[in-house]
């Protein structure tokens, strides 16, 4: 069965891949890398792949030439990294939260209110070492992190008010298919359902979920504004989406063109890291303007005292997070001692 799932899988690709080219240039005699992610076009994941793209074919004359499947159009990010995984995918971007599942070191990043703020949170991203160990965790899978892209702070939107934790209690709300995820929501009182992030929208709209939690570019982006009322500034998490690599893909890079890719990973997180706070401002204002969404102010305090428990048990069932675990509290630490 499983055989016949992958073959299928597989011959589906071969007829996407020939049919759709979603970008427009071809050259014949290049090597086709392909990238699959989740978001529309014109998203900061986007923007920053087109950077990406554009310095690799540049810089190589053409050798290379790269093709961007936007919309989870080869499958949500669970399909794409098994793809990837084969080498049928060069590069994906999806949630730190999808990677839970082929190394439980990922716990990590689902780990409710882990960074203080969102300083805290880009200082631990940019840090390259504290990363290795996470980032390498996946090479037996064949799998390579090589880059981080912001995905902003993750707050509950639901039809109705979520002030304080409380008003959680008994909701379904969609959770990124993670076990972190889940016992987060259990911890909260709420109903986790996972589901991919391309089902959120009919599952608002026909109340199979009552409310998901994402950044404010949900509303806007894939129009998740559309179906909700409020949008709960609570904060609890700040998941980063990355950019995974199949790991033979890079291996055969010869060292020029490993030296391309790196400065092409570099520019794709710059970019999209720098379109990030201008889209999240632009999508504040059109949900202000256009949709039908109120913000609220939650008391951050209720969530926070509910799931920071959580913290100490995750670290003390899994070995690897304690030291990453730490040392991320040391810069919230930092951080903490120079407000005083
Ligand atoms: C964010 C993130 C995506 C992820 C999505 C989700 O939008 O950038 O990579 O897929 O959340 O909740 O599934």
């Known amino acids: 069965?499983?055989?016949?799932?992958?073959?299928?899988?597989?011959?589906?690709?071969?007829?996407?891949?020939?049919?759709?080219?979603?970008?427009?240039?071809?050259?014949?005699?290049?090597?086709?890398?392909?990238?699959?992610?989740?978001?529309?076009?014109?998203?900061?994941?986007?923007?920053?792949?087109?950077?990406?793209?554009?310095y690799i074919e540049k810089n190589t004359n053409g050798r290379y030439e790269v093709l961007i499947y936007p919309n989870a159009l080869l499958g949500a990010s669970k399909n794409a990294l098994e793809l990837c995984q084969t080498g049928a995918?060069?590069?994906?971007?999806?949630?730190?939260?999808?990677?839970?599942?082929?190394?439980?070191?990922?716990?990590?990043?689902?780990?409710?209110?882990?960074?203080?703020?969102?300083?805290?949170?880009?200082?631990?991203?940019?840090?390259?070492?504290?990363?290795?160990?996470?980032?390498?965790?996946?090479?037996?899978?064949?799998l390579k992190v090589v880059g981080w892209l912001d995905?902003?702070?993750?707050?509950?939107?639901?039809?109705?008010?979520?002030?304080?934790?409380?008003?959680?209690?008994?909701?379904?709300?969609?959770v990124q298919p993670s076990p972190t995820n889940v016992a987060m929501?259990?911890?909260?009182?709420?109903?986790?359902?996972?589901?991919?992030?391309?089902?959120?929208?009919t599952a608002i709209q026909n109340r199979t979920i009552d409310g998901a939690e994402?950044?404010?570019?949900?509303?806007?982006?894939?129009?998740?504004?559309?179906?909700?009322?409020?949008?709960?500034?609570?904060?609890?998490?700040?998941?980063?989406?990355?950019?995974?690599?199949?790991?033979?893909?890079?291996?055969n890079l010869s060292p020029e063109d490993k030296k391309i890719f790196d400065e092409a990973i570099a520019l794709c997180e710059k970019v999209e890291q720098e379109e990030w706070g201008k889209q999240t401002q632009e999508a504040i204002d059109t949900v202000k303007e256009k949709m039908n969404v109120e913000f609220i102010e939650s008391d951050v305090l209720s969530f926070k005292e509910k799931v920071l428990p959580l913290h100490e048990k995750i670290v003390s069932q899994n070995k690897k997070i304690e030291p990453i675990y730490r040392a991320i509290q040391s810069i919230n630490e930092k951080y903490r001692e120079v407000k005083k």
């Open 151 to 174: 995905a902003g702070t993750r707050n509950f939107y639901t039809q109705k008010p979520i002030r304080t934790v409380e008003d959680l209690k008994g909701l379904k709300i969609r």
């Open 89 to 142: 995918l060069e590069f994906v971007i999806c949630s730190a939260s999808n990677m839970e599942t082929f190394n439980d070191i990922y716990a990590i990043f689902s780990m409710p209110y882990l960074f203080d703020s969102e300083k805290v949170y880009h200082e631990t991203m940019k840090n390259k070492e504290m990363m290795k160990p996470i980032y390498d965790s996946t090479l037996n899978s064949g």
């Open 214 to 251: 994402n950044n404010e570019m949900a509303l806007t982006t894939v129009k998740h504004g559309e179906v909700v009322k409020y949008y709960n500034y609570n904060k609890h998490q700040m998941v980063p989406d990355l950019l995974v690599a199949n790991v033979s893909f890079l291996e």
């Open 1 to 54: 069965m499983k055989k016949f799932k992958f073959t299928f899988i597989i011959f589906m690709l071969a007829i996407l891949f020939t049919a759709c080219n979603p970008n427009d240039t071809a050259n014949t005699n290049a090597t086709i890398i392909r990238v699959s992610h989740g978001q529309p076009l014109g998203h900061p994941d986007n923007e920053g792949l087109l950077a990406f793209k554009d």
């Open 185 to 201: 929501m259990d911890a909260f009182g709420a109903a986790a359902v996972p589901m991919s992030f391309s089902e959120v929208y």
